[in-house]
C-alpha cells in the first residue's frame, strides 16, 4: 500500500505494507474521517490490492485493466461500507456505478491483449509541448475513436504511435513491441495507416496505387488482385486504369482508405478517414471496420471530428490540449456524466479540465509546505486523488539478438524495387518533364560550345591610312588585305572622324599608317642603321579601345598575324630577318588552334551533370514530404536508407542518359578532342551526377519547402563554378581562396577529365586517379550525410 502527497508537479512518497504492521499502526496510517477537498492543500492518494475494513473517502475508484472500472463518491451521507473480501465490493462498485457490462465488453483481462498502450508520453516540438504525460490504452480486436479539436496532438500522437516521430518521453507499446523495434513489423506490414492528408501519387491510377503498397508489403501479384478488387467494389471506386488526379476529393480519400485496408494489418489508424464521404459510404466503412474487428485480429484507432458518429467505436478517448480528459466506452462516459450525447459529455470534460487548471495554478506556492508537513506526520485531511504516473513494471522489455538489428538495418531489396518502379511509372506518365530532363543538358553545352570560348566576329576598326605610295603598291594597303575580313571590319575614315567615332563606341579602335609609311619601312628592312624618325614613321599605330579584354586581345592577335603573313609575303626566303627569335614547335599536348572552348568544355560537362541531379533529386525529394508521400511510405515499412538508394538508381537512369547525349554532342557535332579513354570520360561524369545525386538528398533532407530549396542548390552554383577551374584556372585565384577551391568536388574532376580528353592519360597518373578519389569522397559524405539527417528528423 502507497500513501502519496501531491504537490502539483511534486511526489512525497512514503511505501509501507500494511499487513506487516500491528493493528493499531494501520489505523493510524488510514484515515479514519471524511477528508475535506480543499485546492489550497496538497492530496492524498492510497492505493491497495484488497480492502479489509471501510475506509471513508472523499472519492473512491475501482482500477481494472489499467482503466477506471467503477467510481462511487464518499459523502458524509453516502459512505460506502466495505464488504466481507475485495470480490464483494467489486460487484457493489460496479453495480452501484451501472458499468458491469460495459466494462465487461470493452476491457480485456489480459495485459497481452492491448493492441497500443502509451504511458506518460510527451512530446515537444522546441519549446512547445503538444503532448503532456499522456496515457491511452487500445483494447485488441477493438474500435478506438479519438476524439478532439484541431491542434489538440491527436496526429502528433498517431505519429508517435506508428513509430514515424520520437517520443520526448514515456512509453509506447504497439502490438506488444515499441514502434521501431528490430524485428517488429510497426511501422510495417502489421500496421495500416490513412492520414490526414491524401498522401497519393497524382501520376498513378488506382491500379498503380494498390500495387505500389502491395509491393512495400510484400504481397503476391495474386494477393495483391484479390484485395483490389474486392477494395474497389467495397468502396464504390471507379475503374481501376483512372488516374488518381482525375478523381474527386471524396474518391481519392476512398482510394487513401483502400491502401491502409489493402494487407489485412493487424492494427488499423485512420486519421479522418470519412472526411468528404457521403452517408452512406460512411456507414458501409464504419460496418466493415465493426466486421473486422469481431474476429479479434484487427484494432482499429480512428479519429474523427464527428464526435457522435464515434459512439459505434468500442472505446473513445477524449483529447485536448495534449492530454486525455477521459477514456473508456462512449456509454459510460455519457453515463457518468449524466449527458445524453457524447458531445455533451465532451464539452463538461473541458469545462472540468480548465476550472481544475485555474485551481491548481491558485495553490501552488502552498502544495510544497503542506507535503513536508505530511511527510513530517501531521495530521492533515486533504482530499484523495487517483493521479499519477503507471508504474515502470508496466512498461514490456523487449530485446532482440544481433541478427534480427542487422536484418532490420539492412535495406530491403523490395522496397528499393518497389520505389523503383514507383519513380519510373511516375516519369512515364510525364513524358513532356521527361523530354525537357534529357534535352536540357544537350541545349546548355551547345550554347556553351556555341557561344563561350570563340573569338569575336564583325569588330569595326577605324583605319587611317596617309600613305603616300599607291595603293596597288602601298606596303600600307598590302598588310591591311591580311587581316581576317570575318572577324575585323575596316572603317576608312579620316584622322579626326575615327577617333570621335572610337569615343562614342562606334568602333574598337583605329588603326593608323604614316604619310611615308613604305618607304620607311623599307629603309628599316635594308639599312641597318635608321634613325628615329624613319622608325616611328615605318611603325603601324593601333589605338584600342581595351573596355572588353577579349576583344583587345584578339584584335592584337590579328594585328600580329596578319604582319607576320605580310611579311613572310614579302620576304620570301628572307621572311626569317623580320621574324622574331621565338619558335614555336609542335605542342607537346593539344595544337596551336586549340580555343577557350576546348579549356571550358570538360568542366562545363561536369558541371551540368551535378547541378541537373541536384535540383531534380533536392525538388522531388521536398515535394513527396510535403505532400506526405514519404510519411506514408515510412509507416509502411521504408526506411530512410531504402528510400535514398531508390532515388539514386532511378535519377541514375536520367543522368545517363543526359550524359550519353552530352558527349554525342560535344565530340561528334562540336568535335572537341578525346585522346584517352572514353570509358574513363563517361565513368567521372557519373560519379559526378551520383555525387550531384548525393548532394540533392542532403538538401531534401534537411529542408522542407521548394523555394528554400531552390535557394540552396542556387547559391552553392556560382561560387563552385568559379572557385573550381572550371571557366578559369585555379592558378589565377589567389591562395587563401585557393585552399577552398581544391577542397570543392568538381576542381580536381575538372582537372581529371581534361586530362583524359587532352592527354591522354590512365589511371596510373595521380592527376586522373585523384579525380575519381575526390568525387567518391564527397559522394559517401553526402550519402552520410543525408541519411544521419533523415534519421535525425524522422
Known amino acids: 500500500m502507497e500513501i502519496c502527497t501531491i504537490c502539483d508537479h511534486l511526489w512525497v512518497k512514503i511505501t509501507n505494507n500494511l499487513p506487516k504492521y500491528v493493528p493499531v499502526i494501520r489505523k493510524q496510517l488510514r484515515i479514519p474521517q471524511p477528508i475535506r477537498a480543499s485546492p489550497c492543500r496538497p492530496s492524498v492518494a492510497l492505493s491497495a490490492a484488497q480492502i479489509q475494513s471501510p475506509v471513508q473517502c472523499s472519492l473512491l475508484l475501482l482500477l481494472a485493466a489499467a482503466a477506471m472500472a467503477a467510481e462511487a463518491s464518499g459523502r458524509k451521507d453516502a459512505t460506502i461500507t466495505g464488504p466481507a473480501d475485495s470480490t464483494e465490493l467489486r460487484e457493489q462498485l460496479m453495480t452501484e456505478g451501472n458499468m458491469k457490462k460495459d466494462l465487461e465488453a470493452s476491457l480485456p483481462a489480459a495485459q497481452d491483449s492491448f493492441a497500443i498502450r502509451c504511458r506518460d508520453v510527451c512530446r515537444s516540438y522546441g519549446k512547445l509541448k503538444v503532448l503532456t504525460n499522456l496515457n491511452l490504452t487500445v483494447p485488441q480486436g477493438q474500435i478506438y475513436g479519438l476524439l478532439g479539436p484541431s491542434g489538440c496532438g491527436k496526429t502528433t500522437l498517431l505519429k508517435c504511435i506508428v513509430g514515424t516521430l520520437k517520443i520526448s518521453r514515456g512509453h509506447i507499446t504497439v502490438l506488444g513491441k515499441p514502434p521501431a523495434f528490430p524485428g517488429h513489423e510497426v511501422p510495417g506490414k502489421m500496421v495500416g495507416y490513412m492520414p ?344 603601324v599605330h593601333v589605338w584600342l579601345d581595351l573596355t572588353n579584354r577579349q576583344i583587345g586581345l584578339m584584335l592584337q592577335k590579328q594585328l600580329h598575324q596578319a604582319f607576320q603573313a605580310f611579311v613572310d609575303y614579302k620576304m620570301g626566303a628572307l621572311a626569317y630577318l623580320a621574324a622574331l627569335p621565338i619558335k614555336f614547335e609542335e605542342p607537346i599536348y593539344g595544337s596551336l588552334d586549340m580555343d577557350f572552348t576546348t579549356y571550358v568544355t570538360p568542366g562545363a560537362v561536369l558541371s551540368i551533370s551535378f547541378y541537373l541531379a541536384v535540383g531534380l533529386t533536392a525538388l522531388s525529394f521536398v515535394l513527396e514530404r510535403k505532400e506526405g508521400l514519404l510519411d506514408r511510405c515510412w509507416v509502411a515499412g521504408v526506411s530512410s536508407m531504402e528510400t535514398m538508394l531508390a532515388h539514386l538508381f532511378s535519377q541514375l537512369f536520367v543522368i545517363s542518359v543526359q550524359i550519353i547525349l552530352m558527349l554525342l554532342f560535344v565530340l561528334l557535332v562540336f568535335k572537341m578532342p578525346n585522346e584517352g579513354s572514353l570509358f574513363l570520360v563517361i565513368c567521372l561524369i557519373v560519379l559526378q551526377g551520383v555525387t550531384g545525386i548525393s548532394f540533392g538528398l542532403v538538401i531534401s533532407a534537411g529542408i522542407d519547402d521548394e523555394q528554400s530549396a531552390n535557394q540552396a542548390a542556387l547559391g552553392i552554383f556560382y561560387p563552385n563554378l568559379i572557385l573550381s577551374g572550371i571557366i578559369w584556372p585555379v592558378e589565377c585565384i589567389p591562395y587563401p581562396l585557393r585552399y577552398l577551391s581544391l577542397a570543392l568536388p568538381q576542381t580536381y574532376a575538372s582537372e581529371s577529365l581534361r586530362c583524359i580528353m587532352y592527354r591522354g592519360w590512365g589511371m596510373s597518373e595521380m592527376m586522373v586517379w585523384r579525380g575519381f578519389a575526390v568525387t567518391l569522397g564527397w559522394n559517401t559524405f553526402f550519402l552520410i550525410l543525408a541519411t544521419v539527417i533523415l534519421k535525425l528528423r524522422t
Open 196 to 539: 490526414q492528408d491524401l498522401a497519393l501519387y497524382n501520376e498513378f491510377t488506382i491500379s498503380d496505387t494498390l500495387t505500389f503498397f502491395g509491393r512495400i508489403h510484400g504481397l503476391t501479384s495474386k494477393e495483391t488482385q484479390v484485395r483490389m478488387n474486392f477494395l474497389i467494389d467495397f468502396l464504390n471506386l471507379p475503374q481501376k486504369n483512372s488516374l488518381v488526379r482525375n478523381l474527386s476529393g471524396g474518391q481519392r480519400r476512398r482510394v487513401s482508405l483502400g491502401a491502409a485496408l489493402l494487407q489485412n494489418p493487424e492494427l488499423l489508424i485512420l486519421d479522418e478517414p470519412t472526411v468528404g464521404v457521403d452517408p452512406v459510404l460512411r456507414a458501409k466503412i464504419w460496418q466493415h471496420l465493426v466486421e473486422i474487428v469481431k474476429t479479434g485480429k484487427v484494432s482499429v484507432i480512428i479519429t474523427t471530428h464527428y464526435i457522435e458518429e464515434a459512439r459505434q467505436a468500442n472505446m473513445v478517448g477524449l483529447m485536448r490540449n495534449g492530454h486525455l480528459l477521459a477514456e473508456g466506452p462512449p456509454d459510460a462516459v455519457m453515463k457518468q456524466h449524466s449527458a445524453t450525447t457524447l458531445e455533451h459529455a465532451f464539452l463538461q470534460l473541458c469545462e472540468s479540465s480548465d476550472q481544475n487548471s485555474t485551481q491548481e495554478s491558485s495553490s501552488e506556492s502552498e502544495t510544497l509546505e503542506k507535503s513536508q508537513m505530511f511527510a513530517n506526520g501531521r495530521d492533515e485531511s486533504q482530499p484523495i486523488l487517483a493521479v499519477g504516473p503507471p508504474p515502470v513494471e508496466d512498461v514490456p522489455k523487449c530485446t532482440a539478438d544481433w541478427k534480427v538489428r542487422a536484418r532490420h538495418i539492412l535495406p530491403k531489396g523490395r522496397n528499393i524495387r518497389a520505389l523503383f518502379i514507383k519513380t519510373m511509372v511516375r516519369m512515364k506518365r510525364m513524358p513532356g518533364s521527361l523530354c525537357f530532363q534529357f534535352l536540357l543538358p544537350v541545349i546548355q553545352i551547345s550554347l556553351i560550345c556555341l557561344c563561350v570560348g570563340g573569338d569575336p566576329k564583325g569588330i569595326k576598326v577605324a583605319v587611317v591610312n596617309n600613305d603616300s605610295y599607291p595603293p596597288s603598291s602601298s606596303f600600307s594597303q598590302s598588310l591591311l588585305t591580311f587581316l581576317d575580313n570575318s572577324s575585323v571590319i575596316q572603317v576608312p575614315l579620316p584622322h579626326k572622324e575615327a577617333f570621335e567615332g572610337v569615343h562614342k563606341g562606334e568602333y574598337w579602335g583605329v588603326i593608323g599608317f604614316g604619310q611615308n609609311f613604305t618607304n620607311y619601312l623599307t629603309k628599316r628592312i635594308l639599312q641597318r642603321q635608321v634613325s628615329k624618325e624613319v622608325i616611328d614613321g615605318g611603325s
